[in-house]
């Protein structure tokens, strides 16, 4: 049971280049998340799917799209990179309940040149 | 716009002190609320979830939680070196929000 996993762990762009970061889930959830993490920032949401076969637009979603492929996956996709979006990227799931928790992937250290 | 927040910090406690993290959130239909801690260069980890106004103990943690006054906050007793970190303060609807976090440093 290896939880979110997460690949790459690491990346270097130049700006206007295009990459998509993986994320997979093997705890059956139903829910999938993508947040960013800058420094002083916190996490904020890019997107969610609430369950397979629905995205949705969280507090930064520009620059981005994902695409939920199954049950188990959810790819964020930066089509033309910019250095605003060099951060950490973590990918995060939950069963979808009221009080579940979420699991967090080990996160994608992504530096945009 | 949900808004969560959090003072950012840094909170310094000494050993054996109770640290004590606050949250205010601006959804006043939000139901559930978590905390996480997170080390630096790592992932956030679950610490505790509430969803009833009052207290919630788990060893020396405790949740409180103030519907009304759209308040949570986080109680750290006997507060140890290991627990500094930054702390996560989490507010579910079906997009989870969290805030910027608070850093805790507790000195020996």
């Known amino acids: 049971n290896a939880g979110v996993t997460q690949t790459p762990k690491f990346q270097v762009l130049k700006t206007g280049q295009s990459m998509t970061l993986q994320c997979a889930q093997d705890?059956?959830?139903?829910?999938m998340y993508w947040y960013r993490q800058d420094p002083g920032m916190g996490l904020r949401l890019i997107y969610y799917?609430?369950?397979?076969?629905?995205?949705d637009k969280g507090e930064v979603p520009n620059g981005y799209n994902v695409s939920r492929l199954n049950k188990r996956e959810f790819s964020l996709r930066l089509e033309s990179a910019a250095p605003s979006q060099t951060s950490v990227y973590f990918c995060?799931?939950?069963?979808?309940?009221?009080?579940?928790?979420?699991?967090f992937g080990p996160g994608t250290r992504l530096t945009v040149l | 716009q949900k808004e969560v927040e959090q003072n950012s910090g840094p909170l310094s406690v000494p050993e054996g002190a109770i640290a004590s993290l606050n949250c205010t959130y601006s959804d006043r239909g939000s139901q559930s609320f978590f905390w996480y801690r997170q080390y630096s260069g790592k992932s956030p980890e679950l610490i505790m979830f509430i969803y009833s106004n009052g207290d919630k103990e788990d060893g020396r943690f405790t949740a409180q939680l103030n519907k009304a006054s759209q308040y949570v906050s986080l109680l750290i007793r006997d507060s140890q070196p290991s627990d500094s970190a930054t702390y996560l303060c989490a507010v579910n609807d079906n997009d989870m929000r969290f805030g910027a976090g608070t850093r805790l440093t507790v000195k020996p």
């Open positions: 995060a799931s939950r069963m979808g309940l009221r009080i579940d928790e979420q699991f």
């Open positions: 705890m059956n959830h139903n829910s």
């Open positions: 799917s609430a369950s397979e076969g629905t995205t």
